[in-house]
């Protein structure tokens, strides 16, 4: 094949690959995660700003990887999705590649077999490759993150292999990128660490050493214990990470459980070494023996191995060992075993053999990504426009997903999986009673009635439609202020002990009276904003209510430029929905929600 040829295949190769990724990110669905986010940009805009916001109050607030200020990114602005996530999925089986071998990757059809192998090989290697990749919270949180972190790698690689290369214009870079790549992943960043630092001091003992080579590694050695130290890791998952310390979990599990995280590793990761086992079979069949590595390749080979072991190791301590942070050390196997596979292609039998099952295994699950996407996609878009459509205050019932459960080409319902979801999106992003799957809901959930009941046509306006609608509040009050009426919340889940009903409304001859309670973020954190002018005199209680839970509020901020309350959202448990209560001694009120 000409090299011209080659050039041309290489060009369609990345084209076919970009295009599949950008598909996917075309139909990404809304899930989980991606709810939280739309609910920040529906009352933020996004710029440097509102993102700033959303990042301090991560860092100290909740959870403080820079995974998640790109997650905000990709979920405020579609077009940013479409453009830079498929461009990072696509940079990183180059980055493998240059990690393995210490050059970039030409236009050649060799360089090219070995860059599919490197990509089927991920996708087989890592866990729930179709989530890892297209749900945009584990993309940016996972791939994007360990994709930044050997990004930090391709220079000193690179720079070891030649020794010409000074790139003085570097540093500065280099010491954002090791700042990010710290930041990126609690157990990734140990083994970065140990790894930078050798490398640092291998072109020290060589007189290799450059300024941006210690620029980038004072940022990494800054940026991961800006990560593992932050105040928002004592809040996420509720504390899990100051209760459940690396200590008490070494003791917890002992040489058994660790011995079973390593296990459920190579259990995750079997299609890809029984591909590879086969390639080496089919080579000692041809050769009866075993091949053989030159020592820099072996040596190179037996680090990153031992690299992807130590990520695996640092979960012994880590209390959340699920399958998705099997990721980096998946992609450090595949780089590993890439090396040994260039040298199992030097047999040409071997090398169309394995080609042939990479190429069909790389069609096998573009059609299953793609398939899974569009089919999602579908029934995501048909849920949104049933929520959208429906009366506020209402309960939408809305088509369960055909593949509820979760697997390694789809996340699943996440209404089905999670019931306490539902409530959150329904009632704080749609002003909905709650949302149920192909049947009405057997929970109890908040009911507005109005006493005495409100003439034909008007309805039963919930709090956030009269708070939020003034035009409605206008007309409705110009047909009704002549009958003293009261609007009263039913079912809500408020633990309230006195068992007083909760008021929404209130309507006299003198006017209305509610209060005006709203979501409200800033720097110090999450908070529900009510007007101080709004509350009854008789108020003595504020309670928040949210997450199946109610706890009252012994104290509470105020706003010094129009003395609002602003009382706190506590987000350890669940991410919502919330509501205030402001009680007097004989009843309550609704006094917002987040």
Same mark, same amino acid.
């Given at each position: ?8 295949? /290489? ?93 970039? @990757? ?29 749900? !945009? ?30 790139? !003085? ?6 010491? /954002? ?16 660490? $140990? ?32 990560? =593992? ?161 429906? &009366? ?46 192909? &049947? ?38 110009? !047909? ?21 009903? $909760? ?8 006017? =209305? ?22 509350? @009854? ?6 309670? /928040? ?32 929905? =919330? ?7 004989? &009843? ?7």
């Amino acid at each position: 094949m000409s090299p011209r040829r080659e050039r041309q295949l /290489v060009a369609g190769a990345v084209v076919a690959l970009w295009l599949l990724f950008f598909i996917q990110a075309l139909w990404s669905p809304v899930l989980l995660d991606d709810w939280f986010q739309l609910r920040y940009w529906r009352d933020h805009e996004l710029g440097v700003s509102s993102l700033w916001a959303y990042a301090h109050h991560n860092y100290f607030h909740y959870n403080p990887r820079i995974g998640e200020v790109f997650l905000a990114i990709v979920d405020g602005s579609r077009a940013i999705h479409v453009i830079v996530t498929p461009l990072v999925q696509l940079a990183l089986p180059p980055t493998v590649f240059v990690i393995a071998f210490g050059r970039r @990757p030409r236009a050649t059809l060799r360089d090219l077999e070995l860059l599919l192998f490197i990509q089927v090989m991920i996708w087989l290697v890592i866990p729930i490759a179709g989530i890892l990749y297209f749900y !945009r919270p584990f993309t940016t949180n996972y791939l994007w993150g360990f994709t930044i972190t050997l990004a930090l790698f391709v220079p000193y690689r690179l720079a070891l292999a030649d020794a010409q290369r000074d790139g !003085r214009w570097l540093a500065p870079v280099m010491l /954002v990128l090791g700042w990010t790549a710290g930041m990126c992943n609690e157990h990734t960043g140990p083994t970065a660490m $140990v790894a930078l630092a050798g490398f640092v001091i291998a072109a020290w003992r060589r007189g290799r050493l450059r300024a941006w080579m210690v620029s980038g590694m004072v940022g990494l050695y800054v940026g991961y214990p800006m990560l =593992f130290f932050a105040p928002g890791q004592s809040v996420r998952y509720g504390g899990m990470a100051t209760r459940d310390t690396p200590t008490k979990l070494l003791a917890e599990r002992g040489i058994t459980g660790c011995a079973e995280i390593v296990f459920d590793f190579l259990r995750e990761s079997w299609l890809g070494i029984l591909l590879f086992v086969a390639a080496l079979v089919a080579y000692q069949l041809r050769h009866r023996t075993w091949p053989r590595l030159p020592r820099v390749a072996a040596t190179t080979a037996g680090v990153l191995a031992a690299a992807s072991l130590a990520i695996v190791m640092t979960l012994f301590a880590s209390p959340t060992t699920t399958d998705r942070v099997f990721f980096a050390s998946g992609v450090l196997l595949v780089a590993a075993l890439a090396i040994g596979a260039e040298r199992l292609f030097a047999e040409r039998d071997v090398r169309r053999i394995v080609v042939a099952a990479c190429s069909a295994l790389a069609a096998y699950h573009a059609v299953r990504f793609v398939a899974t996407s569009v089919e999602l996609a579908a029934e995501n878009e048909q849920r949104l426009a049933l929520l959208r459509t429906a &009366r506020p205050g209402s309960i939408a019932i809305v088509p369960s997903y055909e593949r509820q459960a979760r697997s390694r080409w789809s996340f699943g319902d996440d209404f089905a999986q999670y019931p306490w979801l539902r409530d959150y999106v329904a009632g704080t992003l749609f002003d909905l009673a709650t949302a149920d799957l192909d &049947r009405p809901s057997r929970r109890r959930v908040p009911r507005y009635v109005a006493v005495p009941p409100l003439p034909a046509p008007f309805a039963v306006p919930t709090y956030r439609a009269w708070l939020l609608d003034p035009a409605s509040r206008a007309l409705l009050a110009s !047909r009704v202020a002549h009958e003293p009426r009261t609007i009263v919340v039913e079912d809500l889940a408020f633990a309230d002990p006195w068992r007083r009903p $909760v008021i929404a409304v209130e309507s006299t001859r003198e006017g =209305f009276t509610f209060v005006d309670g709203r979501p409200h973020d800033d720097l110090r954190g999450h908070f529900i904003r009510v007007v101080r002018a709004t509350i @009854p005199a008789a108020v003595d209680t504020l309670f /928040v209510t949210g997450c199946g839970l109610t706890w009252r509020l012994e104290r509470f901020e105020i706003l010094d430029d129009d003395r609002a309350l602003l009382l706190p959202v506590d987000e350890r448990m669940c991410r919502g929905p =919330f509501a205030a209560l402001a009680c007097e001694p004989e &009843r309550c009120w609704v006094a917002g929600w987040y």
